[in-house]
């Protein structure tokens, strides 16, 4: 990797948890998408080899950190979600955006469930949670981010 990919991966990263950090109202809490899955999806898919599973453990730490959550629980989810993702990049690359956009949202939604049952593991007062509106969402936006990165890595010469 050269040094304008490097500070891409940054920037989008930096982006990406600019993102899923944001404010929003209570009613529009649960349509938030899962900015940093798709930055994820995104760099598994197109640099397999590079961005292993050795990316889990530093992001999922820090979207441990910024959720709140329970230590180790994104680390458990980003490392299911970039396992499965190393077994279908070069099915996922033959896609068209509507099968793409399926893929991601059964993956976003084991996310959510892995997430759900973490939490249920350790708490006896559970409290309701929507499982399907991120991955809606995120489902959603992966084609518009998926676009946008592509025209950045095309005009950077990346690809």
Sequence with gaps: MNIRAVILVAVG????????????PDILLWLQ???????????VMHAPHTFG?????????????????LLGMHVLTLAVHI???QLLYRR???????????????????????SYWAVALVS??????????PALTSALVWPWVYALTHMALARLHLS
């Design 33 to 43: 998408p899962a900015w940093v899955l798709l930055l994820v999806t995104l760099l």
């Design 13 to 24: 990263l930096f982006l990406a948890f600019v993102l899923e950090h944001l404010p929003m």
């Design 124 to 133: 006896e007062n559970m409290v309701p949670v929507s499982l399907w509106t």
């Design 83 to 85: 396992f499965v993702l």
């Design 53 to 69: 599973l050795w990316l889990a453990i530093p992001l999922g730490l820090m979207l441990d950190v910024e959720h709140n959550s």
């Design 92 to 114: 996922m690359a033959m896609f068209n955006f509507l099968q793409q956009t399926a893929v991601v949202f059964l993956l976003v939604v084991l996310q959510q469930l892995l």
